[in-house]
């Protein structure tokens, strides 16, 4: 059969949500593996991250027995959801790839002020104490002895620009295959299963 009909739709939408499980799993077992060798131990960092991929498994999950079973309810919810998750996936990712320097690193130190383990975590993976400072009255988790530290900020500015480049290109790739996802279910929703009792079809 071409392309573009029946069995190519529904074989194309299963492989779509087959990529989302398997990145779903992949995004816990990452956590997990940060949790086990001691490299992150922010309970807030390691549950966004299981949050997400939990939901990104369940989404998966829901597309794939809509689309196995031509399930018109379940292909549904999966297309507006996978719609909600598009614009705000993109919109993120457009702000990680458009921020200056300067927003970088207005962000950073937000991010350092509002959190107290990450910061620990960060001291002592980059053996580096306070962000912009080193103030000898603060406690500090790195290796290194306060006054022959260095402030973490340079390190993590040098790399940060790298990191939301890489983000937002994933989350931008990761973004049109949403909205291809949206538009194989549209699709596949208004095709006819040529097994299928014809008055059976909604």
Known sequence: MVCGGFSCSKNCLCALNLLYTLVSLLLIGIAAWGIGFGLISSFRVVGVAIAVGIFLFLI????LIG???HHQVLLFFYMIILLLVFVIQFSVSCACLTLNKDQQSQLL???WNNTNTAKQDIERNLNCC???YVKIDEDCSAACSKPHCSPCAPIIEEYSGMVLRFVGGIGLFFSFTEILGV??????RNQKDPRANPSAFL
């Open 67 to 69: 689309a196995v079973k």
């Open 183 to 188: 538009w194989l279910t549209y699709r596949y």
């Open 130 to 132: 306070g962000f912009r």
């Open 109 to 111: 130190e937000v991010g």
């Open 60 to 63: 998966a999950l829901v597309g």
